[in-house]
């Protein structure tokens, strides 16, 4: 019986920390199936056909990732994504409906190294978004690079993610009707670069943006705070000066103006806990909705309207971190910094 106990338990670990392992590099590898068969194919091979169908079938399908996408719901209920969810384990909390008869820009704080938080909430059934908030169709925003690519840009379109571009929210949030709800991870890469345990600092005061597309399609703001987020990775960030800080820096700002993504030097658990690896520890994730923000409808918003609203959404923010950091993990005398 201890033995069967034991065995069960190792197994169940054993599938949390594959689920968790195979993410990243799924994407590289679907990632480089097309970017180097379709050249070689094409080139070296009589299958070139099969490159050219597959180039206009891109060509043709252009537009879907910036016009809803085309989501599965086989794909938001894997059984991956629950062993994934129980890895750390991941939770969402509802505090307040939201009304199908209005339209969200759900904005989430921080930023964390990879936004596991992010992704298994609003972008995976797997703590169960669509029971939580009936009629809601959520739609995690991310970086437009990723759908330029082949067979990755369906794989993420199954899962309901979609262009942080303006053409591509502008399009969920005024030409789908009602019902919709937009993520942003506002912080973006810079607030990945302030990801660290014990922390609790967000990168919002100029990020505007968010707000200025809340008011010109009307979508009430929501704030979202992911408790937990910034300690499944220790970062490390060396002296100025230093040979290996400036060989940093450099990268960051590469990767920065190319892709849009910030190079962090972080690290976390191995293959098994205790051991020291790029895997993330084993701590609650919890994902905690707050009260929709209404906004009214406002073709050309000023500056002096933007900055109210961005200085409500704040203030609302604070609100929401306060209420639920102690139950949360988070000492009750340490303070939101908002930079």
């Known amino acids: 019986m201890t033995v069967t106990f034991f065995s069960r338990l190792d197994l169940q670990e054993g599938l949390q920390t594959l689920s968790v392992l195979q993410w990243i590099p799924s994407y590289i590898i679907l990632g480089a ?6 050249p070689y194919f094409l080139v070296f091979t009589k299958f070139w056909s099969a490159s050219v169908l597959a180039l206009a079938w891109l060509v043709y399908d252009w537009n879907t990732h910036s016009q809803g996408g085309r989501r599965s719901a086989w794909v ?3 059984t991956l994504w629950k062993y994934f969810r129980n890895y750390f384990p991941v939770k969402l909390v509802k505090t307040h409906d939201l009304s199908p008869k209005h339209n969200y820009i759900i904005a989430n704080h921080p930023h964390g190294i990879v936004s596991y ?6 972008a995976t059934e797997a703590t169960g978004f669509t029971q939580m908030f009936p009629s809601i169709s959520p739609s995690l925003a991310t970086l437009e690079g990723i759908f330029w690519i082949p067979i990755v840009r369906d794989y993420v379109m199954s899962m309901g993610l979609c262009p942080v571009s303006k053409l591509a929210l502008n399009y969920l949030l005024t030409q789908k009707g009602s019902g ?3 993520i942003i991870v506002v912080g973006g890469a810079t ?3 302030l990801s660290k345990p014990g922390t609790s600092i967000i990168f919002l005061k100029e990020r505007k943006g968010f707000v200025k597309l809340a008011l010109k399609t009307g979508a009430y703001l929501v704030p979202s705070y992911t408790f937990g987020e910034n300690e499944v990775h220790n970062q490390t960030t060396f002296p100025e000066g230093t040979w290996i800080r400036i060989f940093q820096k450099h990268f960051q700002n590469i990767g920065k103006r190319i892709l849009g993504i910030n190079f962090c030097t972080f690290h976390g658990r191995g293959l098994t806990r205790g051991s020291w690896g790029f895997l993330p520890f084993n701590r609650p994730v919890t994902t905690v909705v707050g009260e929709p923000l209404p906004v009214p409808r406002i073709n050309r918003p000023s500056k002096e309207v933007v900055d109210k609203y961005h200085a409500l959404y704040i203030r609302a923010l604070h609100k929401l971190f306060d209420q639920h950091k102690v139950e949360y993990g988070v000492p009750e005398t340490q303070e939101l910094t908002v930079i």
């Open 33 to 38: 199936i097309p970017i180097l068969l379709i």
């Open 76 to 78: 938001r209920n894997w």
């Open 117 to 122: 938080g992010a992704f298994i909430n609003f």
């Open 180 to 182: 919709n709800a937009v």
């Open 191 to 193: 607030e990945a670069l």
